[in-house]
């Protein structure tokens, strides 16, 4: 093959090299046909002379060898590649011409042969090489000639035609070299397409692959051609290639269905049955040959992520601005509310500087809350053993709310270790806790606090369940957004943050179903 670190590796490319290797072939031809010739001169269809030449048999017999020879020597050698074609020619020039002259000139017919040898070497040589070539081929054709008018006699004729097919030379090693620029050209230009394509192909290949929207190719019976591996995920299922629709999603195919009879480009909302997820979908008509559609999977859950992303962006970047300048005054509120309480001793007095403390304190209390979102990545995980530290965490809790004994129970069971930053996990149990307390009966037993395995490898599901009304149906989809909520003294961000604290440390947050109460699950991961 070719050496990487030679010159003609680096100047002619595998198509150069074939070229050769077919006119090299061509030349074997010619070799095998001229040796056999020479074997039958009797014979009507020798191409040669009928006078026995004692060298015919000779030159023809060399000539197989070294036209054998070149073969091979191409085979195993990739180098010197003008080199090896202008031996080539010269051999080729050189056997013809002493067979012209042996076969009588011009009239043998062997120097058409020439004129191919030159088309073959205009179509395969570089640059001037192929006017060296005819110019060699002129000078073989003129001293053949001249040598016959010498020994033979002159006839003004036969130079005649000499110069016709000399010319024709010339002729004929141009045109074929212009063809085989433009050949090269087109080539060339073909090969940069190819290469763009592929690139473009590949890119394109890449964005699809690593896009979070699912892309798929449907015929117009609905059957799948081509999908990216993200619609596998919003599906729910295996690979669904070369399958009809209807068998994911029969929801989806009716859209589909509806589209095709309709039109439009509104995107209609539909359900993955295997995934669970609610999915926005669009369907986009194609300009292919089979009129294949185009649809376009996004998930709404992933949209609304973003947007809950964006407005804790744009709200801790506003209470970094004024946080420092709200808890300033309200301090100074609430240390000149204590000292008008010591001193003050009307009853109506007392009851106004009730109200302005309370909502003081709440006014902090929500600061306080919101600056938590700041720290939510600064997690630091740890394994916390639930077996000791939720009983822990109770005491503590009936202590500081003043709980009576008995109200909020505990069952573990499982490996009941959970990955998570302590003091995330205790602001966000302590929410929890609250809230079910706050809504439930606050009997023995109205709290409880599950610990199972979860229904994933390496998870672990924490319950806390109340006894109380549960969760309206209204309120399912809003009791995690910032600043909702359904009580008077509440701030709206409790469960908000127990959510992206559970986010942050790679945990989630759920409320699952009420039938009996409450029941929001923390799952998280467990050590291994």
Sequence with gaps: MQNAGSPGATRFSETHWKTLRYFNLYRLSIAVLLFTSSLFQSSPFSLLSQDRSPYQFAVTGLYLLTTTASLTVLH?????????????????????????????????????????????????????????????????????????????????????????????????AISARLLANRVITNEELARKRGEELRNQTIISQHIIEEMQDGVLVLDREGRVRQHNPRIEQLLGLGDPKDRKLASYSTELAQSFLNWCSRGGD?????????????????????????????????????????????????????????????????????????????????????????????????????????????????????????????????????????????????????????????????????????????????????IRLQVRDGNRENRVDLHVIDDGKGVDESFREQIFEPFFTTHSRGTGLGLYIARELCDANGAQLELLGNQTGADFCISGRTVE
Aim: neutral net charge; aromatic residues 6%.
């Design 76 to 172: 195993f050698y990739r180098q010197r590649f003008n080199r090896q074609l202008t031996i080539q020619v010269l051999l080729d020039v050189l056997v013809l011409t002493v067979l012209s002259y042996a076969g009588g000139g011009l009239r043998s017919g062997l120097g058409i042969m020439l004129l191919v040898t030159l088309a073959g070497a205009g179509l395969v040589g570089q640059g001037r090489l192929v006017l060296f070539y005819a110019a060699m081929a002129t000078l073989g054709m003129l001293c053949e000639q001249t040598l016959r008018a010498l020994t033979d006699g002159l006839e003004a004729v036969d130079f005649f035609q000499a110069g016709l097919f000399c010319t024709g030379f010339f002729a004929v």
């Design 266 to 446: 509104e995107p209609v909302m539909v359900r993955a049955p295997a995934s669970g997820m609610h999915l926005s979908a669009r369907f986009v008509a194609t300009e292919s040959s089979e009129g294949d559609v185009l649809v376009l999977l996004e998930d709404l859950g992933r949209l609304q992520e973003q947007a809950r992303q964006l407005k804790l962006a744009a709200l801790g970047r506003l209470t970094a601005n004024i946080a420092h300048e709200i808890r300033n005054p309200l301090s100074a509120i609430k240390h000149a509310g204590e000292l008008m309480r010591e001193e003050s001793s009307s009853p109506t007095n007392d009851r106004l500087l009730r109200i302005v403390l309370d909502n003081a304190q709440r006014v902090e209390r929500i600061v306080s809350d919101v600056l938590e979102l700041g720290r939510r990545d600064r997690a630091h995980r740890e394994p916390i053993d639930l077996r000791q530290s939720l009983p822990l965490f109770v005491e503590e809790f009936m202590v500081k709310e003043e709980v009576p004994a008995g109200v909020v129970q505990i069952d573990v069971s499982g490996r009941a270790i959970i990955v998570f930053d302590r003091s995330h996990f205790h602001q966000v149990l302590w929410n929890l806790v609250g809230n079910a307390l706050r809504h439930s009966r606050k009997e023995k037993g109205s």
